[in-house]
């Protein structure tokens, strides 16, 4: 169960069917939340105890699973056993030490290349930040202070780093406000990417920040730090290029800076193409008067079949986004003048009166743009709203109708892609957060 208004069912095969960068983003909002920052929140269905996303790995193929947090009940059947912490792992990684000696080694020569540029003012190497918007300290590796530029921080992941603590650490410097690269090195040692590191580099819109020969004489070259950056494109990396810390953006909730935006784009795109064949269909057609068959044609491109007046409501729901995103009255819906009065003689009507509820929940969670946004309800629709409710039976979110609005308005209905498009800072301006 994912965590919301009305909550979604996600199931482990609507999970495994994600994109391995979807699932990746949900682990990670998962993690955030756990570790004290924003994200969602999943339940095990059985047992209400709250689950996160692990990474299995199955025949070459890695799969995302639920796994209980820690203290769930030992009569849910899907109880796993205790897990281990991620402290009595990592003291068997390295033989009881928490850091490795190569480690210690390459935050050295970042702190020695960091200290090249012009605005150098400091650095500090594994010691105690003192936090303002966080309750415990961190260490990190490497602590920049530059003029100008501000701090910023540098995490060398070599081997396994936890999802926690990734998390954790992520969280921390995005509560603080300062920048915080992540950098790997040998990753042409890899056979395959390990999970832990595709972690970090999606967290940098998959950007991967290398430190190797290159981008170590690219520093001296410049005098200023310089990272070989890869591209993560599915289980490979791609399109080296040495990148200055200045090249970089950093964003602005999650302080983990990228180069080049691989990530969101296509996440906010997958929503966008969904729904153009329906704007277009919309701009022209002839509402009441539209041929069954034209109708028929574009309710065939939703996965759900869903009945045809439906349609009604689905240009409803397009006139209510396109009037809060552009700011100008429009109505596809009806020969109304404008969403209020479309509003109102539906819903005073019966035709779109079993979807009173369903228009209420999208009216709740939509908001206007601008001070000067015409309003999208008045006093009337809402009563109108609240009389269908009451003597029309409506239909609920196991319905064709709302599955199919999911698809369509996921902003609104679809808890995980609305964390999608939160997580990446992308969500419209007309959605409530
Ligand atoms: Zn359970």
């Known amino acids: 169960m994912v965590e919301g208004d009305r909550g979604n069912l996600l199931r482990v095969e609507d999970l495994q069917a994600m994109s391995p960068y979807e699932w990746g983003i949900l682990r990670d909002s998962i993690s955030n939340r756990h570790t004290g920052g924003e994200g969602i929140s999943m339940l095990c269905m059985k047992c209400k105890h709250p689950v996160y996303i692990r990474a299995y790995n199955s025949f070459g193929m890695t799969l995302p699973g639920f796994v209980h947090f820690d203290g769930s009940p030992t009569w849910c059947q899907w109880y796993q056993g205790k897990n281990r912490t991620p402290d009595s792992l990592k003291a068997q990684q390295y033989n009881g030490q928490q850091e490795s000696p190569e480690h210690e080694m390459l935050c050295d020569k970042i702190g020695e290349l960091a200290a090249l540029d012009k605005r150098y003012i400091r650095h500090a190497i594994n010691k105690y930040h003192k936090p303002k918007h966080n309750e415990n300290a961190r260490k990190p590796d490497v602590y920049v202070e ?10 060398l992941q070599l081997s396994s780093t936890f999802q926690t603590e990734i998390s954790g650490r992520c969280t921390y410097y995005s509560k603080e406000r300062i920048p915080l690269i992540w950098v790997l090195h040998n990753i042409h040692e890899y056979v395959s990417i390990p999970q832990s590191v595709k972690d970090v580099v999606r967290r940098h819109r998959n ?11 690219g520093s001296y070259d410049k ?6 950056r890869y591209l993560l494109s599915g289980d490979s990396f791609d399109s080296p290029e040495l990148v200055t810390i200045d090249s970089l953006t950093v964003p602005e909730k999650q302080t983990l800076p990228y180069h080049e935006d691989h990530l969101a784009p296509a996440l906010r795109a997958k929503i966008d193409d969904r729904r153009l064949p329906f704007f277009t269909f919309f701009k022209q057609w002839k509402k009441k ?7 028929k044609r574009i309710l065939d491109t939703l996965k759900e079949q869903v009945p045809e007046d ?3 409501m689905i240009a409803a729901t397009f006139s ?7 700011g100008i009255d429009k109505n596809y819906a009806s020969n109304d003048p404008n969403v209020r009065a479309m509003l109102n003689s539906y819903f005073n009507g019966n035709r779109l009166a079993r979807y009173a509820d369903m228009m209420e929940f999208i009216l709740g969670r939509v908001k206007p743009t601008s001070s000067t946004c015409p309003d999208i309800t008045t006093h009337a629709v809402n009563r109108n709203i609240a009389l269908r409710k009451d003597d029309t039976e409506q239909v609920g979110i196991e319905s064709k109708e709302w599955k199919a609005m999911e698809w369509l308005l996921p902003e609104v209905f679809d808890e995980c892609e609305r964390e999608l498009l939160r997580f990446t800072e992308q969500l419209p301006c007309w959605v409530q957060e």
């Open 146 to 155: 530059w003029e100008e530029y501000g701090p910023f921080v540098i995490e």
């Open 207 to 217: 950007n991967a920040f290398v430190i190797d020969r290159d981008s170590i004489r």
């Open 223 to 228: 005098n200023t730090l310089v990272f070989k």
């Open 289 to 295: 008067s539209t041929h069954p068959k034209d109708i």
């Open 310 to 312: 439906f349609i009604f």
């Open 320 to 326: 209510i986004v396109a009037t809060l995103s552009t």
